[in-house]
């Protein structure tokens, strides 16, 4: 009967979001469909390449995104133009802090990337309205919050490998995850992006790339696709057990 219920809802959902590759992962999957309709009718998906702006630090935030693929590089900026990648966004994440009616970093395109955009003031109404998009949008929240905490020890306390090896572990279990015994995965940053989000050198990364593609735990391909033979194995190279 609950089987029967979700598919006969899942019918009355519009036609795109039936369709859309973060519609069950995403903050969509919190809302009714009478609000998925609502929100169906003010949204508007956008194709973004890489190296594109989706929104610059400082700049008014007007509206909100989920992201459907590709990766989106978060980054902070000091008043002498010193600037640092503080993060990584992947599908379905919800890009945007609601009710921050300015944005504090600058979210671009690491690689072709697709959204779907929604009215800010759309969004911080239905977060009022429905519990569910509220505790999404917080889990999400507390997810981020877990994931710079881990991310603060490998920088503090890891070696360059384990730093290297790490991010490796980040874009291997988030970009589209093998279900077979290997993951593949083309880098969504340059060797010197890379550098910089691990607080290295960009000689020190392709060295320790170098060291982990001698020791078989990974395998590199026309420089930039990635495959991991044994996810495991990186994981324990990242210092993670």
Not at 53 to 70: A, C, T
Not at 147 to 161: I, N
Not at 174 to 188: E, V, Y
Request: net charge neutral; hydrophobic share 40%; proline share 4%.
């Amino acid at each position: 009967m609950d089987v029967l219920k979700r598919t006969t809802a899942e019918c009355e959902a519009p036609t795109v979001c039936r369709a859309c590759e973060a519609r069950h992962g995403g903050v969509c999957a919190a809302l009714s469909f009478t609000q998925l309709a609502e929100l169906n009718k003010h949204s508007s998906r956008r194709k973004i390449s890489a190296g594109e702006e989706v929104i610059g630090q400082g700049e008014r935030v007007s509206s909100y995104s989920n992201i459907l693929n590709g990766v989106v590089k978060l980054s902070k900026m000091m008043a002498d133009g010193r600037q640092q990648i503080v993060g990584l966004q992947f599908a379905p994440d919800f890009l945007g802090r609601p009710f921050l009616g300015e944005s504090t970093i600058t979210a671009e395109a690491a690689t072709d990337t697709e959204i779907c955009t929604f009215p800010r003031p759309l969004i911080d109404r239905m977060v009022g309205e429905a519990p569910d998009l509220e505790r999404k949008l917080h889990i999400q929240s507390l997810k981020e919050l877990d994931e710079a905490r881990d991310w603060m020890l490998t920088l503090g306390r890891k070696t360059a490998q384990e730093k290297v090896a790490s991010f490796l572990h980040l874009i291997a279990t988030h970009i589209d995850p093998d279900k077979g015994s290997a993951t593949t995965f083309d880098l969504p940053l340059s060797r010197a992006d890379i550098a910089d989000f691990l607080g290295l050198t960009i000689e020190t990364v392709s060295r320790q790339m170098t060291k982990l593609r001698k020791d078989g735990i990974i395998v590199i391909e026309n420089n930039r696709h990635v495959v991991v033979p044994d996810l495991n194995r990186l994981r324990y190279a990242a210092g993670n057990d």
